[in-house]
């Protein structure tokens, strides 16, 4: 009864250097079964998986990988230039703002100083 | 999937920290963890490695504007139908007729967390419901769940396509479920 247990769903989340060693057929059997198990309850490894058999280069892979990850790297690059353009920004104001108070504290100083005198 | 990259985070964490401080590099985390799968459904639609190439970019930079929007409990399946959806409209852009299996989403929610006692009597209904089955999915689902065999070695010894196997097993599962919650109800 208790090998009913192998259709209740895995928790385990598959690596990639799992996910390869199937793809290249040197998966053990327990890994092949887990992964198979996994891919009849999620239709996007399944999906994956078909996709992927296309190749036969393990390497290929792994440079097309590659390739999309730097290209999102770029993707989020600009963003953050962006955001810290941003912050710069705002802290000229800062410095503006204080620069200025700090002007019309002595403007107000001399002011009082040149009257008072007088 | 996941690679050595902060595997102790979840997808939905994540999600959560690019909310809390607007660090886009928290999504740059996430979307890594599946280029490879994404890159393989585009392949499996597409067909050709340039389309999927371009799919998965334009699937990030959906992600990236959309991601961290409105709540998404489960990133995964999420970008599973993004991917999905961006695939779909490039094949009906091309005028391409490729019928796209249905495909069950991805089941997200984890099974109720039952007592020992709980499973022992599922595994009892499983028993009780198997006959119940179609006699294609009762084969596959025997072969693969009891007898552990791959798909190449159903394919094999059943004569049916990997794809057919493929089927039989979901959708024999799928009716497992469906009687063993009727028995539930029952009893």
């Known amino acids: ?118 | 999937m996941t690679n050595n990259r902060y595997t102790d985070i979840t997808d939905t964490a994540l999600i959560d920290r690019f909310i809390s401080d607007g660090n886009n590099a928290w999504l740059g985390i996430l979307l890594e963890r599946y280029t490879l799968l994404l890159f393989g459904v585009c392949m499996k639609y597409l067909k050709n490695e340039e389309e999927a190439k371009d799919a998965v970019q334009q699937i990030f930079i959906k992600a990236l504007e959309e991601l961290g929007k409105y709540p998404i409990h489960y990133p995964k399946s999420w970008l599973y139908k993004v991917a999905c959806n961006h695939c779909l409209m490039k094949i009906r852009a091309k005028k391409t007729m490729i019928a796209l299996t249905e495909t069950n989403m991805e089941q997200a929610t984890v099974e109720p967390t039952d007592t020992a006692a709980d499973k022992e009597q599922n595994f009892i209904w499983l028993e009780e419901s198997l006959p119940d089955l179609q006699p294609d999915q009762r084969s596959c689902v025997t072969l693969f769940y009891l007898q552990k065999k791959s798909y190449q070695e159903i394919s094999d010894s059943t004569g049916f396509s990997l794809l057919q196997v493929k089927s039989h097993i979901q959708n024999g599962k799928r009716n497992l479920r469906i009687i063993i919650d009727k028995k539930r109800k029952e009893a």
């Open chain 1, 1 to 118: 009864m208790s090998e009913w247990k192998n259709i209740l769903p895995s928790n385990s989340l598959i690596t990639e250097e799992q996910l390869m060693q199937y793809l290249s057929g040197e998966a053990s059997e327990e890994l092949r079964f887990e992964i198979e198990k996994q891919m009849a309850d999620s239709a996007f490894l399944d999906d994956a998986i078909d996709g992927l058999q296309q190749y036969d280069s393990l390497a290929a892979l792994h440079s097309l990988k590659s390739q999309l990850n730097n290209q999102l790297k770029k993707t989020l690059a600009p963003k953050l230039k962006r955001r810290k353009r941003k912050v710069f920004q705002d802290q000229y104001w800062l410095i503006y703002a204080i620069v200025g108070i700090l002007l019309l504290c002595i403007m107000g100083y001399l002011v009082i100083r040149l009257y008072g005198n007088k």
